[in-house]
């Protein structure tokens, strides 16, 4: 079989081997399947229903293998451990493959289409040798919605499957609606594995050589080497931000990597807000948020993507492309998240790199304050919080974490007892406010609003934050990540802040989402939290509500609107069971003008590489903030 036709658009009357035939007649879906199987070499091909059932005869087969062991603390819940060189998203090895160079811009990697295609062809040949070959019909957002976003993944890990069926709308009602739409987004994965006959399987199969490629003119992903979350699960990153992006850009409508919550007043009022924050920076957190400030509530709409577009009514309508969240593990708690704990006890639960307790439950590094006596860490060993045995012997594990810094729990999203009712909707819900916010330890205030739209894409488009384990290399270094974004443009990011600003042109002013800017992450002197965060960030948000309300007053700074003295609530605000003082507050909201000015060449270099597609609305309010700065 050519590499370079293959998955391509084939003229029908191909040839189905009849035993791949599948039970469906849409013969795009079936030819490819086929053009897959001919190459990868499969021993069997399973396609997805979907169904409970089937579900658990796989889960079953799965622990008999050992892939996955089964949790005795929650229903229907199960543990996996990756390699360890599988942990985490591979930025390095994510391409944009998009037919001219410059479309993939400045901040993806980018290799011709057909050069890629044959390199992946290449390692494809043979892959799924000794493995069974899945076909996983899915469906991006509500399946009644207008124009459902469908695709299948085609993939030879079970660890997918079942991770895809939390996250996604899988199986028997997204290959019907296949069918009556006929377009859908190819998704091909495989770990890379192949099995010698009677060879000896390991528990997670990957590559060394791994390729995370979207070919976005074509809407087509292929996936290689890598069994791990946004690498392997390509309903998540790859399409509904990646490939997801390019089809916002071209359809008017915005693809972005935000949680969705519904934020109601002691009065009953409602604002829908969005908030974009880069990887293992907040999201899930903020959209589980349960409230201090007493009277106000919260309710989850999604913790990772949202899709938004304009209603009739011209306002901005969101809704969640998941069906699941896939967490962070670590840092997530009872006094943290206690949403999180909740939705994850009722089972249903896939947890990847934790750490084991001897009951057969899970913990992390900061699920609780004391870390139990003994558990197994993620690499399989035993691991007690003094790093030693009974014996007195040092154990291998001493001094590491019991559980990687990105290990996950992957939960079905309706679990969450505080979901918003209207999570399903197929048009969404409209968004009053967007948020952004970064890691940084210092300069950015606790909160601000921008003055209009365009200072607001400049805020997104100027954010950085502090990197996390969510993605290979070194973390803790600031990097911009434009609206959370960097890693999942699937376009040129100057086309992006572009699309931005045109989304901002054609909608009525005064029904445009408001745009703020927050920091729950910076420090004092001594290297602490100046803000507690978590449930406390309910007082940010109550000034964000009030303010959309006219209710909150603000002041201009240089950088935009921050809170006035006393604006915002810190009534009963508490930090280390101590009253936190006015001096704090004020150190968390400050607008240090030192601080900016040495952010100003930050962003000035980051302009620069983003180079000439970079709209001249963002040079503007650069210079308008060096102006207010004292600078120009
Ligand atoms: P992805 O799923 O990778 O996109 O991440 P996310 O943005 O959903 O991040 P998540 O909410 O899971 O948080 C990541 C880490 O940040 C966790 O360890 C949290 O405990 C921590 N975190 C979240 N909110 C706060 C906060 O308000 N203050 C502090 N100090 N840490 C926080
Ligand atoms: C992220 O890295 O932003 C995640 C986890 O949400 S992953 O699915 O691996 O992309
Ligand atoms: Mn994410």
Not at 147 to 171: C, N
Not at 529 to 546: C, D, H, T, Y
Request: with cysteine; aromatic share 10%; charged share 20%.
């Amino acid at each position: 079989l050519p590499g370079q036709s293959f998955a391509s658009n084939q003229p029908a009357g191909h040839p189905v081997p009849s035993s791949f035939a599948g039970p469906t007649s849409n013969e795009a879906l079936l030819v490819w399947v086929a053009e897959v199987v001919a190459l990868t070499t499969p021993n069997a091909v399973v396609w997805i229903n979907g169904s409970d059932e089937e579900w658990a005869a796989m889960a079953a087969r799965l622990v008999d293998a050992g892939t996955m062991i089964k949790l005795d603390a929650y229903p229907d819940s199960y543990y996996a451990a990756s390699d360890p060189d599988d942990v985490a998203r591979v930025e390095g090895r994510t391409f944009i493959c998009s037919v001219d160079e410059k479309d993939a811009g400045p901040t993806n990697n980018w290799m011709e289409p057909a050069q890629m295609k044959e390199i992946m062809s290449d390692l494809y040949q043979g892959c799924m040798a000794g493995r069974t070959m899945y076909v996983v019909p899915f469906c991006m957002g509500p399946l009644d919605a207008a124009d459902p976003k469908l695709g299948v993944e085609i993939t030879d890990s079970e660890y997918v499957v079942g991770s895809m069926r939390i996250m996604t709308r899988v199986g028997d009602e997204a290959l019907r609606l296949i069918e009556s739409v006929d377009t859908f987004v190819k998704c091909l994965h495989s770990v890379g594995a192949p099995l010698a006959p009677g060879a000896a399987d390991v528990t997670w199969p990957c590559s060394d050589t791994k390729y995370i490629t979207q070919f976005p003119e074509e809407r087509t992903i292929w996936s290689f080497g890598s069994g791990y979350g946004g690498n392997a699960l390509l309903g998540k990153k790859c399409y509904s931000l990646r490939i997801a992006s390019a089809m916002a850009r071209d359809e008017g409508w915005l693809a972005e990597h935000m949680l969705i919550l519904k934020l109601i007043s002691p009065e009953g009022d409602v604002s829908y807000i969005a908030a974009a924050f880069p990887s293992a920076c907040g999201k899930t957190n903020l959209a589980m948020l349960e409230p201090t400030v007493p009277g106000w509530k919260v309710e989850m709409l999604g913790d990772d993507i949202s899709w938004m577009r304009f209603g009739g009514d011209g306002r901005l309508y969101a809704t969640n492309p998941e069906f699941g969240l896939f967490g962070v593990a670590p840092g997530t708690g009872w006094h943290t998240n206690p949403n999180a704990m909740r939705t994850i006890e009722k089972g249903n639960t896939i947890f990847t790199n934790v750490a084991r307790t001897d009951d057969g439950g899970v913990w992390w590094e900061g699920m609780t304050k004391q870390a139990p006596d003994h558990l197994i860490d993620w690499k399989g060993r035993d691991w007690t919080p003094s790093g030693v045995d009974a014996q007195g012997n040092t154990l291998e594990s001493a001094g590491e974490p019991a559980a990687h810094p990105n290990s996950r729990f992957c939960t079905p999203i309706t679990q969450c007892p505080m979901i918003a009712p209207e999570y399903n909707s197929p048009v969404g819900v409209p968004i009053s406010a967007i948020v952004f916010g970064g890691r940084r330890k210092t300069t950015i205030p606790l909160v601000s609003q921008a003055r209009d739209w365009q200072h607001g894409v400049f805020l997104g488009s100027t954010m950085g934050s502090e990197t996390t384990a969510a993605a290979t290399g070194q973390v803790g270094i600031v990097r911009r990540d434009p609206m959370a974004m960097l890693p999942f443009i699937g376009y040129d990011a100057g086309d992006y802040l572009n699309h931005w600003l045109e989304i901002g042109k054609h909608a009525d002013q005064a029904k445009l989402p408001k745009i703020f800017y927050v920091n729950w992450f910076r420090r004092d002197a001594e290297g602490g939290f100046l803000w507690p965060g978590f449930g406390e960030n309910s007082r940010v948000m109550k000034w964000i509500a009030e303010r959309l309300s006219g209710k909150a007053a603000a002041v201009h700074t240089p950088i935009g609107l921050v809170p006035a003295v006393g604006a915002l609530d810190i009534d009963g605000l508490e930090v280390d069971g101590r009253p936190m003082s006015t001096e704090q507050v004020k150190q968390a909201l400050a607008v240090n003008v030192d601080e900016w000015k040495k952010e100003i060449p930050l962003i000035e270099e980051w302009f620069a590489f983003l180079g000439e597609t970079l709209p001249s609305g963002m040079s503007d309010e650069l210079a308008g903030l060096k102006t207010r700065l004292g600078l120009l």
